[in-house]
């Protein structure tokens, strides 16, 4: 027979370890290779990086600063955003970088107009200064018809240009203009090429009369 005193003292009992905040055995704790036990950076944090990587990651055995990320999409932000379509992306924890393999890059306004469109086989992502390094051969199509070729190209983010070396090939309008290396706006409109400068002049335009 269960005593009124037995039951007095059991509830007594309850009462005092709900008063510490003692609780029964919670769920098991995430694995640390799992994407749902990696560490988020809300976006208002200043730590918060402006390129915002697909959330499907998973750890390279052997490398826990490294993250793979199959056919990903990596994005930035800023007065010219842009986004990175690869097949795969390798992310350097330490570094704050990452390597894509063969890409489509697309640059746009502030309004988020496209501006250029990069193929390449490669390229690499400077996280902390929005560099991208683009492994040629590479070629960049404006939205008014240009077509640059070049080796290699990179786009500064920070002073909002592209540089080009080795192999500058530009078209536009019926004109081919070569060089060596290349300083481009956003928009592939305003060019400077310097090194053995050629330019072919489209049919039917005098020499010296190069279309602005």
């Known amino acids: 027979m269960v005593r009124?005193?037995?039951?007095?003292?059991?509830?007594?009992?309850?009462?005092?370890?709900?008063?510490?905040?003692?609780?029964?055995?919670g769920p098991e704790p995430h694995?640390?290779?799992?994407?749902?036990?990696?560490?988020?950076?809300?976006?208002?944090?200043?730590?918060?990086?402006?390129?915002?990587?697909?959330?499907?990651v998973s750890p390279e055995i052997g490398a826990p600063d490294r993250r793979i990320l199959e056919s990903?999409?990596?994005?930035s932000r800023g007065e010219n955003p842009w986004k990175l379509d690869a097949e795969r992306i390798e992310y350097e924890?330490?570094?704050?970088?990452?390597?894509?393999?063969?890409?489509?890059?697309t640059l746009m306004d502030s309004q988020g107009a496209d501006l250029v469109t990069v193929e390449g086989n490669g390229a690499l992502v400077d996280m902390e200064t929005m560099k991208v390094s683009f492994e040629g051969p590479v070629v960049a199509r404006g939205?008014?018809?240009?077509?640059?070729?070049?080796?290699?190209?990179?786009?500064?983010?920070e002073a909002r240009q592209f540089l080009g070396s080795q192999g500058v090939r530009m078209v536009r309008e019926g004109t081919v203009l070569t060089g060596k290396r290349l300083v481009a706006s956003p928009d592939l409109r305003r060019l400077e090429v310097e090194g053995d400068v050629r330019v072919l002049l489209p049919e039917g335009i005098p020499a010296g009369e190069v279309p602005r």
């Not at 990903?72 to 994005?75: N, Y």
């Open 93 to 105: 924890e330490v570094g704050r970088t990452a390597r894509v393999g063969v890409l489509t890059w």
């Open 143 to 157: 939205m008014r018809g240009e077509v640059l070729n070049v080796q290699n190209l990179v786009w500064d983010g």
């Open 4 to 25: 009124v005193a037995d039951i007095a003292r059991g509830l007594a009992a309850l009462a005092l370890l709900g008063a510490l905040g003692c609780s029964g055995p």
């Open 72 to 75: 990903s999409t990596l994005r």
């Open 31 to 56: 694995d640390a290779s799992s994407p749902a036990a990696l560490p988020t950076i809300p976006a208002s944090s200043p730590e918060a990086s402006p390129l915002v990587p697909s959330p499907v």
